[in-house]
Every structure is written in C-alpha cells, then in structure tokens.
C-alpha cells in the first residue's frame, strides 16, 4: 500500500525527529504494512524454487545430499543478497528517501555531471531537496575517474543506457511476476485434483490475470488494506508448515546451514549443478523492491520486517521443505504443494492464491511507477497518467501500460504453460537488475558517500562475483524460455532509445534556431503586431531564448496578447520538488514588452494532478516577481546570466503583493464584465457550452483576483503592472504549442531516415498529444506547426 508523504514524515532522515513512543509506533505501523508491498514477491517465491532447480540436468542427482546442497545455497543467497547488500547497504543510498535504480542515477547526477538532461539550469542546484544537508557540490573531491566521465558524453550515454535497460528489465518483471506467481499457485490443485488438465490450470490462470488487470483502474487504495494481513498470514504459514515438517522428516537438515555443503554441492554436480544456480536464483526474486518501494515506507521500516519476519519465514520455509524432499524423493518434481499436510491443504492453497495476487499487484504498480519515470526523463513516449487516490500521494494508473501488461501475461501464461520456462525468463530479468544496481552502488560509494575507491571495489567484487555467477548461469537458459525478458527489453529499449533520440534532436534543433534577443527589440513594444487584450501561454522547452516558433508565429498571424509568457515545464533530477520551490519567473525584454518566462520544475516521482489552477499559480507568481524585482529582494549571487535577466525562485508562502484569488460564484460569473474580451461571442458560447460538460475547466475558469487597496509599500509602477496583469487574465488566456513535423535531413544516413521518419513519427502520431499531457484545456489551445530537419 502506497503511503502519503506526510506520514512517515518524522522518521525522514533532516526532519525533526517525534517523540521516541510515536517513532516507535510509527515504525511499526510502517513496518507492518510494508508486508503488502515490498515483499509480496519475495514471499512467495517457495511456490516455484526448487521445482525449478530440480527440472533440468539436477533431477539426476535427486538425492539427499544434493537437497541438502540446494538449500545451503538458498540459505546462503538469501543472506549475502537480501541481507547483507540490501538491508546493510543498498538502503542506505537513498534519494532524500526514495530508493530505485532512478534514485541512484539521479543521485550521481546531482553529485557529478553525468545527466544528459537537456534543459538544466544553475538553478536547480538551489532546489532544497538536491542535495543531503551539509553535502554541497563544493564539498565534493575531483577524481580522475569523474573527470574522465564528466568530460566523455559517450561514458555518460552509456551509464543512461545501463540505467533504461535496468528500467526495461523491471518492466519485464511487470509482465512475468503475475504469470509465474499465479500459475505455481494455481498449479496446486493439481496435487489434490488429479484429473486437473494443465490446459484448464492455464486457463484458470488466465482468467484471474484479466480479472487482476481488469481493476487496476480502480486504484489499489480500495483493497490495499488487506494486503499486509494476507501477505503476513502467508508468511506465518510457510514458517509454521517449515518448523513442522523439519521435525517431522528430517531434524538434522539444519547441518546444510554450513557452507561445506555448498562446496560438497558443486563437487557433486559440477556443471550441471552451475546451470541449475538459475533456479536457486529465484528465492531472491522480489529483492529490488526492498529498495524501489523505499519512498512509501523508511529504510528503518523496511529493515525491521525483513530482519524480525521476512528473513526467518522465509529461511524455515525452505529449510522445512528441504526436509520433506530429503525424504520423498518422489516428490521434487512437485516441490512446494508436495510438502503441505493434507489436513491444511486447503487453508494453504486460499493463502497462497491471494499471495499471489497481491504480489502480482505490487509489481504492477511498480512498473507504472518505472514508465512514468522513464518518461519524466524524456526517454518514453507520452502516456496518460492518472492518479488513482486523492489521499495516498503517488498511486497511479497508466492505461496503455496496463493493458499491453495483460496481453504479455496472457501470451507468457499461455505460451510457456510452464514455470520453469517463465522462471528461467523471470530470473534473468531480476539477476540483471541486480546487477544493474551493483555497478551503479559502486559509482555511488566513489561520488556520493566519497569512500576509497577500495572500498567501491570490494563491494563490486563481492557483489559482482555472485550476481555475476547466477547471471552465467541464467543466460545458459537463454533457448529455455529466457530469450522472452531479453526480447522485452530490447523491445522497450528500442522504444526509449527512438524517443529519447527524437526529442534529444528536437531540443537541439530549438536550440540553434531560436530567436535574438537583438530581433525582439528591434519590434519594439508591440512587437510589429496588434496587441489585444489577455495572456498568451507559449509552452517551450527552452529556459533561455526566444523559441523559432514564437517568430514563426508573429509572421504568419497580424495580433497576438497583450501578456506574454513562455512557460517550459521541465523535469529535474530530484525525486520530488517542493510546491514551495516549484515555480521559476524572470521578464524577457524592457518593462514596456509585458514578455515574461516561467519555468516549472517536477521531479522524476512527481504526479501533476488534473485539478491544479495553473493559470492562477502563474499570475500570482508573476505578480510576486515583479514586486521583488523593484525592491531588489534578490541577491546579484542568484541572478541568472542570460542576458534577458534574472530568473527568481517564487515562494507561494512568502507572497507579498497582497493580490489575492477567490472562487467566483455563479452569479459574480454570469455578471456582466467591464473587461474588453479578446474573443468572439460566438466563441464565448462555445466556450461556456464546453465549460457545462466540463466540470474541471469550470473551477479553472471561475477565479477572481482582487488587487489591495491603495498602499505606499507597493511601487506604482508594479501596481499598474499587476493591474495590467490580472486585466488580461479577466480577458482570456491562450495556450500557444507548438506542433513540430520532424523530418531526417535528405543527406541523413539510413539508420537515422528510419529512426526519425519511421520510428520516431509512429510513436508521436500514437502517443499522447502534448497538449493532453499538459493538460491544456482545448477550447483555449492554439496549436503552431512548423517543419524541423533534424
């Protein structure tokens, strides 16, 4: 269950701490109900360990001492990867309390110049959550190794492409976490229901994966309270059935807790025992989500469930049923059902069905999570995001994804109709993103914690060295099913590579094309057009300069507002950024002009939500601007150097114009207005007609801005600027976009004519159109085409 941010606020690490009883129930409370989320999949991987350890070459060595080798090297996995990396390591390299391989990569960032970002600007580096307190990039100690990766843009696209193709191996787990965990768990009643086809488990399996899929739209919010019980009854039963059956079968299997058995185990198999590392590889399947799930939860939380539950469940579970198998051979092909007793089948197989199912859940919410992340880096094609929950903050459904999510389930479920074919597919895609994690944490330990070097590489060494033999032996199982995880990640390689080239191409061609500040003053004031009255929102992705589209614009059409704002909304590489600190304003040109820029920043976890007033955000920050910039409030250390002025950081708890908003009734709406109106009657009616079917633009339209009275704090002259100011918002905003046709230059090379002309052009025809994405109300939207040879 996704947690709201205000929650767990006195356990954030720069955050007062409460009092030492309420930190202690909060830590539990946390702690509890990480159980649905974090370890969902974790939890249930005994459903399908050993059956899969045991399918290949291994089933000829089914004797005692080889389950007892087996289990020692599932003891010893379990410690050394979830453990010892995660719980004492890997939590521990947050980003301002978020985990995931985004949070390493902005991490690193943040503390060396690897983001290839386009539009960055000095004044992130303000941004009070873009750097730990007291760890400043002045503080931070030059290195050869950072020179070397700072100066070479190549190493720095290589380290995007590990970071996008640990995303797409997540995305892969999005597709065979549901498939594996609910066909091993409907896979059981073929042990008490013989007659049970493998056709009519796939089917069974098929239909609860729609069902699962089917209400996603609902928002996890509505059952999310039952997945922590379920999950810890899940886990008090696998611990309970693991104590019973190793005193029951076979007492002495805790001996295969030493490591002997593990050099004993390989003695006896050699190679085949090597290959068969892929299946054993699956009972730390779940692992990365102890860090990507650390923004709901605290690294303290998630430690204590792991360590006091998780971690024992899991350990006796194993042990339990290694005992079972050491003494029924016949039984390996089955594993798991195989060793339940009789008299609590049933009891079990309910459990163990609706394990699955939140497990499958948790996977796909973080997989929604991972899409709209990769986007937020300009490295996916636009999608609808939609926020599921008004109360839990950073819950949300992504359509597209959703159901292309389904149809690889149902072709997985139904193509392989086999577990251990997905689990060689399923441990390919966690062992690399494990292993993704690892080189990243070793770059972490070198720029962010700032240890020796030594130390980076002990950890990479260790670390590497068995992630590095599970992922050996995963990829002998390649022609096993395997091939299915790396075909998803090229897939969606492919596809992040295409838009991120496109949009990179794009950026840079609005770079070299955009207009002088020289050619904007030679207009004068009117800009050699008519002026008439309102705003004009020119939406760019520069935070500096006059974009081509604006001069494209002005030639082509004889008027345009009497305001003039250019908003770039952009990304930043932070996790959240603070409402506080969200907005940027600076002025373009002399006074008179009336053209200001507005730049806003959201984080890579950042949700725009569909009910901000963002008109009315933009008019009260520009009105705050320009009162700091007559009384010179701003240091000359914060300015911006571009040469149309400084760009100011505007506090909305610091407001000090006086100018104030509030909502319009219907009566002060349909009143006539004093204000001269820069659209048409006809247009007015169709906009009043759109604003009755459309309930959300009606709260965006009815605000009202109040200027305070006659005051000797406030300069004339930004008096009458505001009033000018509110005096076009009463008039009508209008949002100018762009709608740029790319086009490959003809002496392009082939491979770039099919990337942008074929590629790219089908993914931007069916995708979300910006406008939908910026959630720009229709009936004000006036779209600008222009052709770019890229």
């Known amino acids: 269950m996704d947690q709201e941010k205000g929650e767990d606020s006195g356990l954030r690490a720069g955050n007062e701490r409460p009092p030492l ?26 459903l399908y360990v050993y059956k899969s350890t045991f399918s290949g070459r291994l089933r ?15 003891f010893w996995t379990l410690t050394f990867i979830p453990l010892l990396k995660y719980v004492f390591i890997v939590l521990n390299a947050d980003d301002n309390g978020e985990g995931g391989t985004f949070a390493l990569y902005s991490l690193l960032c943040r503390h060396a110049k690897f983001s290839l970002l386009p539009n960055q600007q000095a004044a992130d ?21 950072r020179r070397f990766l700072e100066k070479h843009k190549k190493s720095r696209t290589a380290l995007l492409i590990v970071v996008l193709f640990g995303a797409c191996m997540v995305i892969g787990d999005g597709v065979l976490t549901p498939a594996i965990s609910i066909l091993s768990s409907i896979s059981g009643l073929q042990v008490r229901a013989e007659q049970l086809s493998d056709a009519e488990v796939v089917l069974i399996s098929c ?47 805790y001996q295969a807790l030493s490591p002997l058995y593990v050099v004993k185990f390989f003695n006896g ?114 999608v609808k995001v939609v926020h599921t929950s008004r109360w839990i903050y950073g819950q949300i459904y992504i359509p597209e994804i959703n159901w292309i999510l389904l149809l690889l389930c149902l072709a997985a479920t139904i193509g392989f109709r086999d577990t251990t074919l997905i689990g060689n597919a399923y441990g390919i895609a966690c062992i690399l993103v494990m292993f993704v994690s690892t080189w990243l944490m070793a770059l972490i330990i070198i720029f962010v914690w700032q240890k020796n070097v030594a130390f980076a590489l002990l950890f990479l060494t260790f670390f590497g060295f068995i992630e590095g033999a599970y992922l050996s032996s995963s990829i002998m199982k390649v022609h096993q099913g395997g091939w299915s995880s790396l075909a998803l990640a090229t897939v ?29 003053l030679t207009l004068g004031p009117s800009l050699g057009i008519v002026r008439v009255p309102g705003i004009g929102l020119i939406y760019t992705e520069l935070v500096t300069g006059v974009p081509a589209i604006f001069s494209h614009f002005v030639t082509n059409l004889p008027a345009f507002h009497q305001v003039l704002v250019f908003v770039c909304v952009k990304s930043v590489p932070v996790p959240y950024v603070p409402p506080d600190e969200r907005y940027l304003i600076g002025r373009i040109g002399p006074r008179p002009y009336r053209m200001y820029r507005c730049i806003v920043r959201y984080g890579y976890k950042d949700v725009r939500k569909d009910d901000d007033n963002f008109e009315n955000h933009v ?138 002309d074929v590629a790219y052009s089908f993914l931007r025809k069916n995708c979300r159109g910006a406008s939908v994405a910026l959630n720009i109300p229709h009936i004000s939207l006036i779209e600008v085409g222009m052709m770019y040879y890229v």
């Open 619 to 756: 008019v009260m920050s520009i009105a705050e601007f320009l009162h700091m910039e007559v009384e010179d409030l701003r240091s000359s250390s914060s300015l911006d150097g571009s040469p149309e002025g400084r760009m100011v950081v505007i506090r909305t708890s610091e407001r000090r114009t006086g100018l104030t908003i509030r909502e319009a009734d219907a009566e002060i709406t349909s009143a006539p207005s004093t204000v001269r109106s820069s659209k048409s009657e006809t247009l007015q009616n169709l906009q009043s007609s759109y604003e009755q079917e459309s309930p959300c633009m009606t709260r965006r339209r009815h605000a009202q801005f109040e200027l305070p009275p006659e005051s000797p704090r406030i300069d004339p002259l930004v008096r009458e600027e505001i009033a000018a100011l509110v005096e076009a918002k009463e008039a009508g905003v209008a949002y100018v976009l762009g709608h740029p046709y790319i086009k490959a230059r003809k002496n392009s090379p082939f491979l770039k004519k099919f990337v942008i």
């Open 21 to 46: 009883k309420t930190y202690h129930m909060n830590l539990l409370l946390l702690a509890y109900q990480s159980f649905g989320v974090v370890y969902g999949d974790l939890a249930t991987s005994p």
């Open 125 to 145: 580096e303000e941004l009070s959550t873009y750097y730990r307190p007291g760890n400043t990039s002045h503080s931070l100690i030059s290195s050869p190794l």
């Open 269 to 382: 198999t050699g190679k085949d025992g090597w290959i068969s590392l892929g299946g054993i590889l699956l009972c730390v399947t779940g692992s990365e989500a102890m860090f990507a799930d650390l923004g709901h939860f605290t690294a303290a939380s998630i430690k204590l469930a792991f360590v006091t539950i998780i971690y024992p469940c899991l350990v006796l579970q194993y042990m339990g049923q290694a005992a079972y198998l050491s003494k029924n051979l016949n039984s390996v092909p089955i594993g798991f059902y195989a060793s339940i007793p009789k008299p609590v089948f049933w009891p079990v197989f309910v459990v163990t069905t609706l394990a699955a199912v939140v497990a499958s859940q948790a996977i796909i919410s973080a997989t929604f999570s991972i899409v709209k992340q990769c986007h937020a880096l300009g490295c996916f094609p636009r």
């Open 60 to 74: 000829d060595y089914q004797d005692e001492e080889t389950i007892y080798g087996v289990f020692s090297l599932v």
């Open 492 to 520: 969606f390689m492919f596809i992040m590579f295409v838009w991120y080239y496109g949009t990179r191409r794009k950026y840079l061609f609005d770079m070299q094309s955009k207009v002088s500040m020289k050619w904007i």
């Open 207 to 253: 239909i609860i994966l729609v069902g699962l899929f089917a209400l996603q739209h609902y928002g996890t919010h509505r059952v999310a309270f039952l997945f922590a019980p379920i999950v810890l009854v899940w886990l008090l039963c696998i611990g309970l059935v693991g104590i019973y059956n190793t005193m029951r079968w076979n007492p002495s299997i």
